[in-house]
């Protein structure tokens, strides 16, 4: 993403980098040359897990698109470039400063191959589910299986499970749900809680630390919404932590290689990512988890 302080953040396309945009740093090394055979065109957490270290380092991160693109620039990625020049940037002749984002939510509601989840009645279908369409690495330009094919299978399966002369009511939008809007000072704690302990990076400490967070802002939360994120936050970090091995878009750095035994598909209840939680967060029992 292009790193201008913008909420959210412009995202630069990764099609800048398979045109021959380079990576480098604040010093104008091309650091991904020392990491990766494949450098700029290697999988998406190896860059972005390098990108991560060069900020971490304080080195700078940015995507020179100078000597591959240049002129052709704002002909060619349009509406980069407008992102680039409203952010007071021209991509033609200076690097574009960069930092890693999560554009796309791996994992979600479990659902089979017609959308239905284990819940009687319930379908689902898009960046929503759990399809299994997925690795242990985002594969680009699967949103269109997810959001085009599966939701087709669901309606269709829907459709069959409908009593006749049944007619569907439409989704009611825009209602405030119980307990009114998310309070956006805590809604910023939790992001900046899973950036920086759930985020490129884990280990054991920090995603211990989020999981305490999130049972703090629970305790004073009043909204559904702020509720809804706050039970995702706690299933994605329960499930990191439990994971003692790296592997794809989930590194710790605590268990940098990967192990036989994660080598499958996860799956987790609300009631496992409590218990989980329950024990990182008890200060009497040894954890299991290492
Ligand atoms: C910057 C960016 C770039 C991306 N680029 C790519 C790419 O190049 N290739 C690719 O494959 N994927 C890309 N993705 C991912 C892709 O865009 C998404 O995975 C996809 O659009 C998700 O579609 P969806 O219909 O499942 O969910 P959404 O588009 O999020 O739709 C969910 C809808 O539900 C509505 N909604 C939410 N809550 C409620 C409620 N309580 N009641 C009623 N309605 C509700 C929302 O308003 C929304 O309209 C990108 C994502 C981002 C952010």
Redesign the pocket.
Known sequence: ?IAVGRD?A??A??ALRGEGATLINAAGERFMLAIDPLAELAPRDIVARAIHTELAAGRGAFLDCREAIGAEFPEKFPTVYQYCRDAGIDPVNEPIPIAP?E???MGGVLTDASGRSTLDGLWA?????STGAHGANRL?????L??VVF?ARAADDIKEHMPDGAVMQP?????V?AGGEPDPAAVTRLRETMTRDVGVVRDRAGLIRALEIIAELEGDCLST?FRNMLTTARLITAAALARTESRGGHERSDFPGSAETWHRRTFITLEEADAIAAEALSPTVESVFG
């Open positions: 993403a959210p412009p995202l396309t990764e984002a554009h796309f939510h279908c898009g960046e929503t589910t680009a330009s699967n949103s269109l997810e959001a939701s989704v009611p939008t825009g209602e749900a919404r």
